[in-house]
């Protein structure tokens, strides 16, 4: 394909599994990894292994069946967590410890009570450590964003100097606005030796509403992985959602980047891990909510009859769904309901239709929505009526 691939680097049952109320049983947790793996995800992070037994062999199982996807597991910048990786991720074909540490000085001086030396000390350690056991490192350096940049580029080159071979750049407190995300990226590109010959990550939160916005603006900076969430699931505020950053990607920025992934998954995969858990998708969610393709209003429905992008930049079919959606509503017009009557074999004249719009109305305006089945029985009466 034209472009620049962005790997997708999905942290769905990790990150995700964080949300209260989220947590997968064993068996879910191995359907899912399935599910993903066809979507066409790149990296696969399959769990925290040193965080439970349970975490370990979902992470281990994972490792000895999904093969195509890079398998990683997270650590701390700690010798016991990235050793609990290294075994849980020892039957992997291409396994990944993902390790880190916080940078920023809210982090030093109040999470960790350190310094900025000994922040870069440990992070070299961590790196060196997780490299006797696997090629492929992840580094990350949490709470990038709020991390001052001329620091952050002395930590990265530590890192990269240390054998890193991903370097993730997290605003883990979502608080980035995305032109700052993107001067950050643009500045590490610009200052940090030897960045271009490893892969740059964007893990960012949703905490402000710019997760998306932020990960896109770090990718046309130089970012070339994403790491992102089905549903946008994650720690508050959620993460990157998976599905607008594929998306995006595929809709406006054609012959410049590309991702493997499978969209007419899309949906599929997000019903997938809704049901799993037991996280409803709001309505009103890009891409895969219920209202995503559903069209209620009289002039965006006459409009999507006459001709779909009128209303729709994203064809349904793209995203796995059969078509798009004309909800019957008090704010529908006559375009919607003789539509709809079409749908169930009644073709109805100019007159018919003013007579049965009338009393469409009067019954809309008494409910949220009037299904199929009322307008039919709708038309069934008022048509004979006038017979």
Known sequence: MAGKKIHIFDTTLRDGEQVPGCKLNHTQKMICARKLEELGVDVLEAGFPVSSPGDFKAVEDISKEIRKPIICGLSRAVKEDIKVAAEALQYAARPRIHTGIGT????????????????????????KYAKSFVEDVEFYAEDAGRTDNVYLTQVIQAVIDAGATVVNIPDTTGYCLPQEYADKIKYLVENVKGIENVTISAHCHNDLGMATANSISGMTNGITQIECTMNGIGERAGNTSLEEVAMIIK?????????????????????????????????????VGENAFAHSSGIHQDGIIKFRENYEIIDPLEVGLTQSEIVL???????????????????????????????FIVLADKMKQVSIDELGNLLKTTLAAVA
């Open 329 to 359: 509503t008090a704010r529908s017009g006559r375009a919607a309901v003789a539509y709809k009557a079409k749908e169930i074999g009644y073709n109805l004249s100019k007159d018919e239709l003013d007579i049965v719009y009338k009393e």
């Open 251 to 287: 809709q406006r920025f054609e012959g410049q980047y590309y991702t493997d992934i499978n969209s007419k998954l899309l949906t599929s995969t997000s019903k997938l891990i809704s049901d799993s858990m037991c996280m409803v998708v709001q309505p009103n969610k890009a891409i």
């Open 104 to 127: 920023s000085p809210i982090h030093i001086e109040h999470k960790l009570r350190t310094t900025q030396e000994k922040i870069i000390e440990k992070a070299v350690g961590a790196v």
